[in-house]
Nanobody
C-alpha cells in the first residue's frame, strides 16, 4: 500500500514557476514508477510526466516538454514536478500517481495503482 500526498500548488502569474511535491508513505516507494497527471475543469485527465523507479528515465507530454522537470528522491520518498514558464492553460488539479514496476510513457492513468488527492494550480494571465 502506498499513500500519496501532493503539495506545492497555488496561484501564480503567467510565466511564473511552481514546484509540486508528492510525499509517499510505504517501504516500497523506490520500486514504484511515478507519474503526474492533471485535470482541468471540464476536461479529461491528461498525462503530464512520468519517471522510472530509479529516476533514470523520464517522459513528458508535448504540452509541457521543455517547461517541466520531473524528479524523485527515493531517500525522502518524494517525487517532484518543477514547472516553469507557466501558462493559463496549465491551470488544473495536479495529481501524482504510483505504479509498481516499470514506468509507462504517457498513458491515461489506468496503469497506475495509487493516487494522491490532488493540488490546485491556477495560472493567471
Amino acid at each position: 500500500q502506498v499513500q500519496l500526498v501532493e503539495s506545492g500548488g497555488g496561484l501564480v502569474q503567467a510565466g511564473g514557476s511552481l514546484r509540486l511535491s508528492c510525499a509517499a508513505s510505504g517501504r516500497t516507494f523506490s520500486k514504484h514508477a511515478m507519474g503526474w497527471f492533471r485535470r482541468a475543469s471540464g476536461k479529461e485527465r491528461e498525462f503530464v510526466a512520468a519517471i522510472s523507479w530509479s529516476g533514470g528515465s523520464t517522459y513528458y507530454a508535448d504540452s509541457v516538454k521543455g517547461r517541466c522537470t520531473i524528479s524523485r528522491d527515493n531517500a525522502k520518498n518524494t517525487v517532484y514536478l518543477q514547472m516553469n514558464g507557466l501558462k493559463p492553460e496549465d491551470t488544473a488539479v495536479y495529481y501524482c500517481a504510483a505504479r509498481f514496476g516499470q514506468v509507462v510513457p504517457g498513458g491515461e492513468g489506468y496503469e497506475y495503482d495509487y493516487w494522491g488527492q490532488g493540488t490546485q494550480v491556477t495560472v493567471s494571465s
